[in-house]
């Protein structure tokens, strides 16, 4: 019986031990290395603030922010990064210090956020991978082994991290099994 695309983003794969046939050596090194993706994302809701303005910079908690669009109430939609060691999204007046840095003029009216690095799923952020580590995460690493084959953004050979990165590491890996069960 066919097996599925291996689908984990790679924050997962360092969990799973056991693989029938065994992973190749680099695949076992590159789930030894991980990846350092430990960002928090906030949406913030917000009066008083432009469209279209991105702000960076402070070293401290939220990194950047982007006012991207008008909410259906005329208010504004800003997104914000920044490491979650530095920032605890839990505190909304930690939230309402990151939008008045960037945007002296606002006024938060309401935030949402969810914590990917504690998340039991996702176990991380976006990929980022660790400095001089890079080959982890090179699509020719995860290379079909015998009848397992690997698709995630992480690893996609084109727009990895992306959603549309993903659906090409899905295709890849589902061409792969298609080769190997003789089906076209």
Known sequence: MPRPPCWRPASIRSRLSRFSPPLLPAQTAALATGHIGASVKIWAKAQGVPVGVLATGGGDGIEWMLSERLAKDGTTLIVGFGLARNFDPERPSAVDAAVSRFFPEAKL????WHDWVRDPFARGTWIAPVLGAEQALAPATWRMTGPLAFASSDISPKDAGYLDAAIISG??????LCQFFGRD
């Open 109 to 112: 009216v309401a935030f949402d």
């Open 171 to 176: 295709l890849r890996a589902a061409e792969e």
